[in-house]
């Protein structure tokens, strides 16, 4: 709403994409028309042969002191500067969700990262953290239930992040998911330094966001899909006994080059779709 002198008029706030004329990934779930097969969608850590150990420790999640203002400032910020269309206003939407764990995408595989994560920390550590071992008990404990309350920052109004251009690094998807300490904003921008896109996690039990968004390409309406945990370096054993590191962080998508699924996802809740689809 705009309000003028004492008058108030509405004020046209976004236009919704044709969804007659969108990009879908039907294909995903053993469509003809496609490989891509459901059992290639899921969690994946990649393994990691460095041998390094990523510990719970997080300096770019502590950084801002209180997790939800640093939350709603950095979200914020980061919709009002990808604003579409400078005289109409940036819509933001903040939803409180109870889901049904059956609509959580992978939720068995996710809560298999955690427990292994939780004992990860436990055999390697003669000490270990009661905080850090609280934190996945909880994560575990909260999978184990029926229904998962699952916090919404959607807005309009925005260009969406793009996800098919040629240079990687132009991409505002990959840059959102995928990269650490980097920013695609100028010097004089607030939040420069690629520090912000660790809002979400800090204020997660689960250490775990779905990301779902929608862009223009050629004039259809395109969405992109990634989710993404930040938990500890994983140890399990591989199929010949030997133990293997996985990264701690984690990616859901398409499991083969640990991509983001792009397209409408028939199969995948609405909860996390971006695109209100026609029937």
Known sequence: LKRSSNKVTTVKTYEKY?????????????DSRTTLRESEIGWKH????????EGFNNASMEHFGDPLKGFAREMTQ???????????????NLKLHDIPISDIPNADELKTNIQIALDTHLEMNSSPDRRVTKFFNNAVDLLN???LKVFEFSDFNTTGMSSRNEKTLDNTFYVYM???????????SLGSFGIGKSAPYAVSSLRTILASSVHSLDGIATQATQGKSILTT??????????????NDGYWGIKDGVTHISGYIDELSPYFQRIDKKE
């Open 178 to 188: 995928k990269t650490k300490d980097f920013s695609q904003k100028s010097e004089d």
């Open 46 to 53: 990649p393994e990691d042969i460095s041998g390094e150990y």
């Open 18 to 30: 044709n969804t007659d004329d969108i990009a879908t990934v039907s294909a995903v779930f053993n």
């Open 145 to 147: 239930g029926d229904s």
């Open 234 to 247: 994983l140890r399990s054993k591989n199929n010949d006994g030997d133990y293997i590191l996985r990264n």
């Open 78 to 92: 980061n919709s009002l500067d990808a604003a579409l269309n400078s005289e109409q206003p940036v819509v933001i």
